[in-house]
Structures are given as structure tokens and as C-alpha cells.
């Protein structure tokens, strides 16, 4: 079992529409939490970091449930712009080290 | 502003040879991050630097080594080449004194070995 774990995909949406990823992570002494971006063939982009009280950037909206272990990231009013693969990411250590990534979802936003 | 810049962007080696990738980290950053992403894989993490000391180890090869130099630049040396080893491999920085330990990653270096 992967150590974090993502809706698999893809997910093809019209423009407009809203999209919900969800991600699980084993390891419950985890305290970092992420979502990065990737567009073929390139680096992972920091999208958001994850905070415990849930944050919001724009169109996007991160929430953590310690509890259940799991964590998602709604994007509201989707552009073909967002057409990437998002990528659920968690740091296990609370300090500077090694990130974990999900096998990530495809994302499509079609006109 | 300023980004991860690694060099070289793209390397052709055959088996058996040795490669070394460079990364310079975003500036004031003193930590660097190395990652390997194989074709349709998420990337692996392979090992890390803080002021120059290694922090932690991931699943890195014995025949790859790697230091952080006085700059704060990064190398990754690879010996004895295998086809496995065609790849991404990605460097990441931050800062860790701001304690959010968001890591930021550069282009890359795509390696085929052949």
C-alpha cells in the first residue's frame, strides 16, 4: 500500500465546472501537508500548502481531517489552464525532509 | 523572482558511464532536495542537504553520491550507468528556518541512458 494514496484519474471536466481530488495518507505522524501541480514532462509547481484549519487561495480551497487522515483540494470554476496532473504530497517529519507524493490525478478541462 | 536552476537540461549517456548534475538553489535557500521520476511514476525522493551536511536518505543507489558545496549548489554523481536509471531527475530547495519546509523544484534534468 502506498504510503499516500490519490483518486485515480482522469478526470474530464467542462470549463466552469468544480473538481474535488481526495487523498489518504498512511503514516498518522505526518504534520506537512501539500498539493503541487505538474504539467507534462515538468517540475512539480507548489500549488498550496494544507493547513489544519483548511485555506483558501482564489479558486482553491485545501482541507485536512488529521483524524481520518485525509486530505482534499476543490477547485471551483475551472479554466483549461488547470489541465495538469495534481499531485497530493505529505511530509512525514515536521521538519525539512523528504516529500511523499501520491501517484497524483490527471486533471482535463475541456472548452 | 529567482528559481531552482539545475544544468545540464537533458543528457545522453550510454551503460557503464558516469554522469554529475548540477543544481543551484533558489537564493538564501539551505536546503536542497534530489528526486528521481521514471516514466509515469511519481517522483522518488533520493537524498538531501542542509548546510552542506546530508539530512536524509531515500531510496538513492550506492553508485550515486551526492554533496552540497560552500555556495549551497548541489551535485549528484552517478557511476556505472544503467538503462534504469533513464529518468527525471529533479532538485528542490527551502529554507528552513521559516518552518514550513515548502520545497521548490527546478526544471530538471532528463538522463537516457543507452
Known amino acids: 500500500r502506498k504510503e499516500v494514496e490519490q483518486d485515480p484519474g482522469p478526470f474530464n471536466v467542462p470549463e466552469g465546472a468544480t473538481v474535488a481530488f481526495n487523498c489518504t495518507y498512511s503514516n498518522s505522524a505526518s504534520q506537512s501537508f501539500f498539493w503541487y501541480r505538474q504539467d507534462c514532462r515538468k517540475e512539480p509547481k507548489l500549488l498550496m500548502s494544507?493547513?489544519?484549519s483548511g485555506n483558501e487561495d482564489g479558486r482553491f480551497t485545501a482541507q485536512l481531517n488529521r483524524a481520518s487522515q485525509y486530505i482534499s483540494l476543490l477547485i471551483r470554476d475551472s479554466k483549461l489552464s488547470d489541465s495538469a496532473t495534481y499531485l497530493c504530497?505529505?511530509?512525514?517529519?515536521?521538519?525539512?525532509?523528504?516529500?511523499?507524493f501520491g501517484q497524483g490525478t490527471e486533471l482535463s478541462v475541456k472548452p | 523572482a529567482a528559481g531552482v536552476i539545475q544544468s545540464p537540461r537533458h543528457l545522453i549517456k550510454e551503460k557503464r558511464e558516469t554522469a554529475t548534475l548540477k543544481c543551484y538553489p533558489i537564493?538564501?535557500?539551505?536546503?536542497v532536495y534530489w528526486y528521481q521520476q521514471g516514466p509515469g511514476q511519481d517522483p522518488q525522493f533520493l537524498i538531501s542537504f542542509y548546510e552542506k551536511m546530508q539530512s536524509d536518505k531515500g531510496s538513492i543507489p550506492d553508485r550515486f553520491s551526492a554533496q552540497q558545496f560552500s555556495d549551497y549548489h548541489s551535485e549528484l554523481n552517478m557511476s556505472s550507468l544503467e538503462l534504469g536509471d533513464s529518468a527525471l531527475y529533479f532538485c528542490?530547495?527551502?529554507?528552513?528556518?521559516?518552518?514550513?519546509?515548502?520545497?521548490?523544484f527546478g526544471p530538471g534534468t532528463r538522463l537516457t541512458v543507452t
Open positions: 504530497v505529505v511530509n512525514p517529519y515536521n521538519q525539512g525532509g523528504k516529500l511523499i
Open positions: 528542490a530547495s527551502s529554507v528552513d528556518a521559516t518552518n514550513s519546509y515548502e520545497q521548490y
Open positions: 494544507v493547513y489544519s
Open positions: 537564493p538564501r535557500h539551505d536546503t
